[in-house]
């Protein structure tokens, strides 16, 4: 197993390819195609990141680091402690969660490690067992975990990611499972960017005010307790942190040292890297991020890191759902640049802004009973932002709970005004007609993919909101 040292000592600089010589050909180019917006930012990295002066489509993995809080104990998730064993189980067994919809949307092969779930789980079939312990300690009393537990969580971390690059691996997207662990990443965040517990903590699974009133406090006294030192990410690990998110800290050092590209998701993996961030600065210049999570600390994480938000899907979680989506846009990149080196790349008029928009007939009793399908998928409830806008408005229009891509293609030149509307979510916005149908329906495959891929609940056998608007509304017979 390599040590955090040796591996820091193996991160490169990355320069922005487009002013070497060898990516001069390449932004000449990518130059011939007009409107392709924020594809060309997420080409760019992507190239530069991986060094490659023949871009290849990307060949990925997604890590999901599972891991338990003891500050669990002071009633700061919407959820049972249970509900990690239950989620972890899900990834492996139903296979229903929305890292498994995503990673099927985005053909990436998917890793689930056990670093601390607090149950023995070696029976189950698939995990990859590096458990530190049966949980943290509980942080508002001291540190969470030892020094040396903490530097074994980050090698265990590259450890993984060394072995997936020598197998042809370009790509990491990170993923993690710990309920109460949005606690330790808004203690994480407060300590490294500098905000206050109110600024830094957010409602996680969706609690409630009650329950934020508490986790605000919670994480005033972890902070007050422990006095994490903010220029060791040692120590701000063992301090207030988790063992999953040592473990994904790790694989974004030991992808970094490897030249491969880490494509952060929501809060949870900003936390992680800003914990690498700290022991190694270069090793967020491999980091592409996704999209901008609901948690507040979020904004402030990304810019700490030197990285602003391609997209704004309002997603609330770290389950790959944002990052598939970036993965997928690379994916598009290269065929986009590949047409335009070999001059194929179709004429397309450039859109208005805003594109057109049409009025639909949509069927609300329809849409009422996918949005209740939709807050039954084992996901904290309302977590998948615009996707769940997505599916429910095309069970609307196309009179169907379920639609699949075959319903949408079938109607494609009803839907083309909100498919070209809907590529929209890019930040800077892709105005070429073609790459932004393409962006489109990227988007609602993926939407598509939450709906027919995830399971109910009561079909995963996961538990459901004790706390906040979940509660109630998530049943575990539906
Ligand atoms: O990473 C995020 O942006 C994020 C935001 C909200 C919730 N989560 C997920 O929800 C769980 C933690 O939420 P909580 O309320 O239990 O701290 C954990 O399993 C995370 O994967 C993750
Ligand atoms: C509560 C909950 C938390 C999660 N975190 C990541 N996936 C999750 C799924 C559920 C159901």
Redesign the pocket.
Known sequence: MKSIETTINNIKQVTDIRNTSTGKPLAANWCKGTGLGGLTDIFFNYVSITGQSKPLPLKKAAIIACGDHGVCAMNV???PQK??I??TR?YLVSKG???NAMTNFSATDMLVVDMGIAADMSSLPGLINKKIAFGTENFVYGPAMTRDAAVKAIETGIDLADKLAAKGYNCFLL?????A?TTSSAAIAAAICGLTAEQATGR??NISDSRLKIKIDVVKKALAVNKPNPADGIDVLSKIGGFEFGCLAGVILGAAAHDCLIILDGF?TSAAALIAQALCPLSAKHMMPSHLAGEPAHQAALQKLGLSPYIDLRLQ???TAGSSVIARFIDLAVQIYDMLRTDTFPDADILPDPPATTQYSLDKDIMSTCQERIDNL???IK?LGKFEDIAIFLAGVLKKVQPVMDDVTANKALLLPYILATSRCLKIPVTNAYAAEKVGLILIDGALHMLNDMKT?AEAA????NDGP?AGR?KSTY
């Open positions: 998730s919407a959820y509900t990690t239950d989620m899900n969660a929305v890292a993923g993690e499972m710990g309920i662990n996680g699974t949870n979680l770290s389950e084992t996901k904290p977590c609940f996961v538990s459901v909101a979940g998530q």
